[in-house]
């Protein structure tokens, strides 16, 4: 079977360059904000971890924060500025212990005191300045009221997904996450639905699959959760890049395949993952 070719998102496709660079100003602040939390947010891409009860609002803060900064690019510089300050409140350390003392960041003694500090902040950006950042700052209050205020953050979140653009995807995918820990099943189904029917979703298809799959199994149907597990599996296990050579399975593919294997272990044998070229020197380990 021919190998299909993976299409990368146009949003995370790399800029076409004019013949004459464009000159961008930053202050030094700005560009410290951007790349802490740009670094912040690659650890978490494209690995689909499982999200629990009291975690899944902070989790999904977490794993978007590098699509939340793609938006920021279109954003003034004070605003943006606003927004990665309280970023980084949000996931500064949580500890009873006093900080090292060459230790220059914020410390927290708990997860409520970081949550309300970031709300907070996220609440004076929200004041200050229009949209888009008016409606960006409101979604990361409402993912960190989840932590301290449940029935005070569903609301918020439900009126969130119901506007457009990223804002409004990313929002039902939050509620998606706290319906389900809720155990309100259908509703999750429903939200996971209508971003897949979405023509750009801004998440990873294979994410959210992988996230309604789950569902299908805590709900009994078997079967269509394996048709997922196997769909998200196969079509990464055939992925090439653009010189047709194979590309690693994401941890959510592999996590699929595991799913897979014990739901429907013959169609598991289907899945043949891509062996990866040895770096130089011929060593798994590139030595």
């Known amino acids: 079977m021919a190998r299909k070719k993976r299409q990368i998102p146009e949003q995370f496709r790399a800029p076409v360059q004019p013949d004459k660079p464009k000159v961008v100003y930053q202050d030094n602040i700005q560009t410290n904000v951007n790349r802490k939390v740009e670094d912040f947010g690659k650890k978490f891409e494209g690995k689909g971890k499982n999200l629990f009860y009291g975690l899944a609002a902070l989790a999904v803060l977490a794993t978007l924060i590098g699509i939340f900064y793609l938006w920021n690019r279109r954003s003034d510089a004070a605003a943006l500025t606003a927004l990665g300050k309280a970023i980084e409140t949000s996931q500064a350390q949580v500890s009873s212990s006093p900080p090292p003392p060459t230790f220059t960041g914020k410390t927290f003694k708990t997860e409520r005191e970081r949550s ?4 907070a902040e996220f609440q ?9 950042a008016r409606e960006k700052a409101r979604y990361f209050i409402a993912v960190n009221r989840l932590r301290i205020d449940r029935a005070a953050a569903i609301p918020e979140l439900e009126e969130l997904s119901n506007t457009s653009g990223e804002v409004g995807t990313l929002s039902k995918f939050a509620l998606a996450q706290a319906k389900t820990d809720d155990g309100k099943l259908d509703d999750a189904v429903g939200l996971y639905q209508q971003i897949l029917a ?3 979703p801004i998440l990873a298809k294979e994410t959210i699959n992988f996230e309604l799959a789950k569902i299908y199994e805590r709900q009994g149907k078997k079967a269509e959760a394996a048709e ?7 079509e990464a296990s055939e992925a090439e890049d653009l010189e047709g050579k194979p ?3 994401s941890q959510t593919a592999l996590e699929a395949k595991e799913k897979l294997e014990e739901l429907n272990p013959e169609k598991a044998k289907e899945i043949i993952v891509p062996e990866m070229p040895l770096p130089a020197g011929g060593s798994p380990f590139g030595r």
């Open 247 to 249: 590309i690693p399975m």
């Open 116 to 119: 309300e500090a970031a709300i």
């Open 228 to 234: 997922i597990y196997f769909d998200i599996a196969k």
């Open 124 to 132: 004076a950006v929200a004041d200050k300045f229009g949209s888009p």
């Open 198 to 200: 979405l023509e750009n």
